[in-house]
Nanobody
Framework: QVQLVESGGGLVQPGGSLRLSCTAS????????MDWYRQVPGKQRELVAS???????IYADSVKDRFTISKDIYKKTVYLQMDRLKPEDTAVYFC?????WGQGTQVTVSS
């Protein structure tokens, strides 16, 4: 069994930056593909970014050129660097590894 814990969310003004972290623990033998999703009330959970075991990345069009996903293999941690944040980025952000989900961390972009 694998546990995922997100951190780094908070309140930031438009144009600001945040970095989210997601650390995996438990029965982890290798760094599988990991993803960041986000969800706002009344909307479907959507994929924001993904990083493969080989380090290849993909991004949603809405965050491309603003967000960067990366990983630290030895710490079993995936990061999401978020720059030039917009109010529409406000959501609960979730980390996913295979079929395991974290609890989520709130990101609020507002003046």
């Amino acid at each position: 069994q694998v546990q995922l814990v997100e951190s780094g969310g908070g309140l930031v003004q438009p144009g600001g930056s945040l970095r989210l972290s997601c650390t995996a623990s438990g029965n982890v033998y290798r760094f599988a593909a990991m993803d960041w999703y986000r969800q706002v009330p009344g909307k479907q959970r959507e994929l924001v970014a993904s990083i493969s075991g080989d380090g290849r990345t993909i991004y949603a069009d809405s965050v491309k050129d603003r967000f960067t996903i990366s990983k630290d293999i030895y710490k079993k941690t995936v990061y999401l660097q978020m720059d030039r944040l917009k109010p529409e980025d406000t959501a609960v952000y979730f980390c996913k590894r295979l079929t395991d989900w974290g609890q989520g961390t709130q990101v609020t972009v507002s003046s």
